[in-house]
């Protein structure tokens, strides 16, 4: 590379890295050293009702690396299966760095076959970006099929992968049917990766005739869904945050390391922040779908920390759960939504029951297996 050509491509990286650095969050860092950081005026766990689980479900993101005896996996199970019916749900990059790819698919089911193997309960899988590709440039159907296939074709039928064959969804499955006067659990599961990345859309094959594209069957599929289960009690997820205090929200990486991993983001097709285009377009219009009829919490995964975070009007609460693999538990700050913050390794459960006085409750409690197996570090009830 010569030095004339050094010169000319400097101001344009200069000024890529000036267009990242406006987004920068700056902060202290909760990571695992130190004890997780509460709002102020965050609910005391004190005042976290008893219930009666009807249904637990087990939110777990970014798990996809190896790890012998992987102390988070064996938690999950412990949780999964103490309280009777429950639901795992993995958020995505389930097979890092690129999917489940032919030319290394022995090491992807290895990885992936870890996860399924944790436990007998009910799974759920959902898709990444890392899932669909380690590159913008490189996303590719092939993985997410060969994922999809080895999920669903689990022994037992306990696993399924969706949405499927690369669509944005959604797709929704009742966890918990309706009894009595008790409300159904109901998860809904987005990918909007093809909305982040308009290549990758055409991959989905649309009806003969269909004249409406993508995006348009995206939300109105959403919207249907959360009108048709706005009496009970929804878990909307993707991979993606709507909201994060982490380095996918902005959360500077220090000067020097933002002025080198910004512009080579941009080069690589983007760094997938909440404040991309694309991706900050998808946060709009689905928010303004969502907003119609809240579901009791929008979840997701992709920052490898773990966060709880007013929602607004947009949902009952943001959690985001993405550190499943101790050797990807990234930084994370506190922003003004912020009620929990913590990069550390864990996962999030959320309970579905009855307290002694017969009302129904949603208690969100946040597991850290390396602090405690069986206590959690936080509880919180959604309103």
Same mark, same amino acid.
């Given at each position: 590379? &010569?030095?004339?050509?050094?010169?000319?491509?400097?101001? +344009?990286?200069?000024?890529?890295?000036?267009?990242?650095?406006?987004?920068?969050?700056?902060?202290?860092?909760?990571?695992?050293?130190?004890?997780?950081?509460?709002? %102020?005026?965050?609910?005391?766990?004190?005042?976290?009702?008893?219930? $009666?689980?009807?249904?637990?479900?087990?939110?777990?993101?970014?798990?996809?690396?190896?790890?012998?005896?992987?102390? /988070?996996?064996?938690?999950?199970?412990?949780?999964?299966?103490?309280?009777?019916?429950?639901?795992?749900?993995?958020?995505?990059?389930?097979?890092?760095?690129?999917?489940?790819?032919?030319?290394?698919?022995?090491?992807?089911?290895?990885?992936?076959?870890? =996860?399924?193997?944790?436990?007998?309960?009910?799974?759920?899988?959902?898709?990444?970006?890392?899932?669909?590709?380690?590159?913008? &440039?490189?996303?590719?159907?092939?993985?997410?099929?060969?994922? =999809? /296939?080895?999920?669903?074709?689990?022994?037992?039928?306990?696993?399924?992968?969706?949405?499927?064959?690369?669509?944005?969804?959604?797709?929704?499955?009742?966890?918990?049917?309706? %009894?009595?006067?008790?409300?159904? +659990?109901?998860?809904?599961?987005?990918?909007?990766?093809?909305?982040?990345?308009?290549?990758?859309? $055409?991959?989905?094959?649309?009806? $003969?005739?269909?004249?409406?594209? *993508?995006?348009? !069957?995206?939300?109105?599929?959403?919207?249907?869904? !959360?009108?048709?289960?706005?009496?009970?009690?929804?878990?909307?997820? %993707? *991979?993606?945050?709507?909201?994060?205090?982490?380095?996918?929200?902005?959360? /500077?990486?220090?000067?020097?390391?933002?002025?080198?991993?910004?512009?080579? #983001?941009?080069?690589?097709? #983007?760094?997938?922040?909440?404040?991309?285009?694309?991706?900050?377009?998808?946060?709009?219009?689905?928010?303004?779908?969502?907003?119609?009829?809240?579901?009791?919490?929008?979840?997701?995964? *992709?920052?490898?920390? !773990? =966060?709880?975070?007013?929602?607004?009007?947009?949902?009952?609460?943001?959690?985001?759960?993405?550190?499943?693999?101790?050797?990807?538990? &990234?930084?994370?700050?506190?922003?003004?939504?912020?009620?929990?913050?913590?990069?550390?390794?864990?996962?999030? +459960?959320?309970?579905?029951?009855?307290?002694?006085?017969?009302?129904?409750?949603?208690? +969100?409690?946040?597991? $850290?297996?390396?602090? %405690?197996?069986?206590?959690?570090?936080?509880?919180?009830?959604?309103?």
């Amino acid at each position: 590379m &010569s030095i004339r050509f050094v010169r000319a491509l400097a101001p +344009v990286l200069l000024l890529l890295s000036l267009a990242g650095c406006a987004h920068r969050l700056s902060g202290p860092i909760h990571d695992a050293e130190g004890p997780p950081w509460l709002a %102020s005026d965050a609910p005391d766990a004190i005042a976290v009702p008893a219930i $009666e689980v009807d249904h637990r479900v087990v939110m777990i993101g970014d798990a996809g690396y190896f790890l012998e005896d992987d102390p /988070t996996l064996a938690a999950l199970d412990a949780w999964a299966t103490v309280a009777g019916p429950a639901t795992v749900l993995f958020l995505g990059d389930n097979i890092y760095n690129e999917g489940l790819t032919d030319d290394d698919r022995e090491r992807g089911e290895r990885i992936l076959a870890q =996860q399924l193997a944790a436990t007998d309960a009910r799974k759920i899988v959902i898709p990444g970006n890392h899932d669909w590709g380690l590159l913008a &440039s490189d996303y590719n159907l092939k993985s997410i099929v060969n994922q =999809q /296939t080895f999920v669903d074709d689990w022994a037992g039928g306990t696993a399924e992968f969706i949405p499927k064959d690369g669509c944005m969804g959604p797709e929704v499955r009742v966890l918990r049917e309706a %009894s009595g006067d008790a409300r159904a +659990v109901v998860f809904v599961a987005a990918d909007p990766t093809p909305w982040i990345q308009e290549r990758i859309r $055409e991959f989905c094959p649309l009806r $003969e005739g269909e004249t409406r594209d *993508h995006k348009q !069957l995206h939300l109105e599929g959403l919207a249907a869904a !959360l009108e048709t289960h706005s009496d009970d009690h929804v878990i909307l997820a %993707s *991979h993606y945050p709507m909201l994060t205090g982490g380095p996918h929200g902005g959360l /500077t990486y220090g000067f020097v390391a933002d002025m080198i991993v910004t512009p080579l #983001g941009w080069m690589m097709g #983007g760094l997938l922040n909440t404040y991309e285009t694309d991706y900050a377009d998808w946060i709009e219009q689905a928010g303004a779908v969502m907003r119609e009829n809240p579901p009791a919490i929008y979840a997701a995964g *992709h920052d490898h920390n !773990l =966060q709880l975070l007013e929602s607004g009007d947009v949902a009952g609460l943001f959690v985001v759960s993405g550190a499943g693999a101790r050797d990807r538990v &990234s930084t994370v700050t506190h922003i003004e939504e912020t009620i929990f913050a913590h990069a550390a390794e864990g996962f999030v +459960v959320v309970d579905f029951g009855r307290t002694d006085a017969g009302d129904e409750a949603v208690v +969100v409690r946040v597991v $850290e297996p390396l602090v %405690s197996v069986d206590t959690p570090v936080y509880e919180y009830v959604v309103p």
